[in-house]
């Protein structure tokens, strides 16, 4: 099994960045798709980014490709999701998320969820 805890979420003045983090626990981390997924209020939990076990392969959402990067450090157990040039539009709860054995966009195909870290962008 994999536990996630997030961090690094925060307010930010459009334009600037903040680095999140996922810290997890678990032996099947290193095997694992990470996943990060975001959700404003009222909406649905929408694909961010992920990355693959190997840390090599990595997809972003149209939306966030070129501001956003996603790394992982396995021997750390965790992953990171820099994000720069933020926008309004990127104000939501964001959640890191766990795939044994995936890779994909799909909530479907996550197994572990942590809680959420809440990032907000003013204008």
């Known amino acids: 099994q994999v536990q996630l805890v997030e961090s690094g979420g925060g307010l930010v003045q459009a334009g600037g960045s903040l680095r999140l983090s996922c810290a997890a626990s678990?032996?099947?981390?290193?095997?694992?798709?990470m996943g990060w997924f975001r959700q404003a209020p009222g909406k649905e939990r929408e694909f961010v980014a992920a990355i693959r076990w190997s840390g090599i392969s990595s997809v972003y959402a149209d939306s966030v490709k070129g501001r956003f990067t996603v790394s992982r450090d396995n021997a750390k157990k965790t992953v990171y999701l820099q994000m720069n040039s933020l926008k309004p539009e990127d104000t939501a709860v964001y959640h890191c998320?766990?795939?044994?054995?995936?890779?994909?966009?799909?909530?479907?195909?996550?197994?572990?969820w942590g809680q959420g870290t809440q990032v907000t962008v003013s204008s």
């Open positions: 998320a766990a795939a044994p054995g995936y890779y994909g966009t799909s909530r479907s195909q996550y197994s572990y």
């Open positions: 678990g032996r099947s981390f290193s095997s694992s798709t």
